[in-house]
């Protein structure tokens, strides 16, 4: 008699799942729901390609935010953007590229943006910050990669502060993240704030771009100096337009709060 061992139910190997494109498949406790708080957001994903964005939502889900996908970039131009904490925006798309979209959205929404992208050309990377963006992950990325830049991002929005810094017309409200110059708000992004706020805490102390990259964004970020100096220039050029100049160059060294 063919007797057919039967594997127990509990001992049965689970079926692959099926790697989408531009994820990588880490199995690691990084994969683990967390527990949900105060960091959890409210999260737009903007890909044309479904399966990623399938991915995204699931990996986000696991730490309690809340995603919005859309497969059709141009659907975004018509959402309200204030209840949004942060936007994840994939750069090559049909109709409206990332670039593009962002330049757009950019003038209604002061939270953290996101690229995603598969493009690792430096001046990408440039064109993306000069619009306003806050960061890149390079596709393929990993769940783990994923869930760590937009808990930084998120944390760094939710930071709970009580005071202030002034320097005479220039007052830094560190509870509102904003910047006034005799009482005019300077417009700022999300990371254009966080280095001034980082200078500021240090005056007249000279900063390399990498200490103002480790300050802000840690191991988990890979960013390179063309970057921060984008950031600087636009924070300079704003902060301008309002009669204020805070910021110096120090040549060959890095930046240093000069009020």
């Given at each position: 008699m063919n007797h057919r061992h039967q594997v127990p139910t509990s001992q049965a190997r689970a079926p692959r799942e099926t790697q989408t494109p531009g994820v990588h498949d880490s199995r690691t406790t990084a994969n683990r729901p967390q527990q949900k708080g105060a960091n959890v957001a409210r999260i737009i994903a903007i890909d044309d390609e479904q399966a990623i964005l399938d991915v995204i939502e699931r990996i986000l889900k696991r730490d309690g935010h809340d995603v919005l996908c859309l497969?059709?970039?141009?659907?975004?131009?018509?959402?309200?953007?204030?209840?949004?904490?942060?936007?994840?925006?994939?750069?090559?798309?049909?109709?409206?590229?990332?670039?593009?979209?962002?330049?757009?959205?950019?003038?209604?929404?002061?939270?953290?943006?996101?690229?995603?992208?598969?493009?690792?050309?430096?001046?990408?990377?440039?064109?993306?910050?000069?619009?306003?963006?806050?960061?890149?992950?390079?596709?393929?990325?990993?769940?783990?990669?994923?869930?760590a830049k937009v808990a930084a991002h998120v944390r760094r929005e939710r930071r709970e502060h009580t005071h202030a810094i002034a320097f005479g017309p220039v007052r830094l409200d560190l509870g509102a993240r904003q910047i006034t110059v005799d009482g005019t708000p300077v417009a700022l992004t999300p990371t254009e704030y966080e280095i001034c706020e980082h200078l500021a805490r240090h005056p007249g102390q000279v900063l390399s771009r990498a200490q103002i990259c480790e300050a802000l964004f840690g191991w988990e970020r890979e960013v390179d100096d063309a970057a921060i100096s984008m950031h600087v220039s636009r924070a300079r050029k704003k902060l301008a337009a309002t009669g204020a100049d805070p910021i110096a160059t120090v040549w060959g060294m890095g930046y240093k709060w000069q009020l």
């Open positions: 497969a059709d970039p141009t659907s975004a131009l018509k959402l309200n953007l204030a209840r949004a904490d942060l936007i994840l925006c994939d750069v090559m798309m049909p109709g409206i590229d990332g670039f593009e979209l962002v330049r757009e959205l950019r003038p209604r929404f002061d939270g953290p943006i996101v690229f995603l992208t598969a493009k690792v050309a430096e001046e990408d990377a440039v064109t993306g910050y000069g619009l306003g963006a806050d960061d890149y992950v390079r596709k393929p990325f990993g769940a783990a990669e994923l869930r």
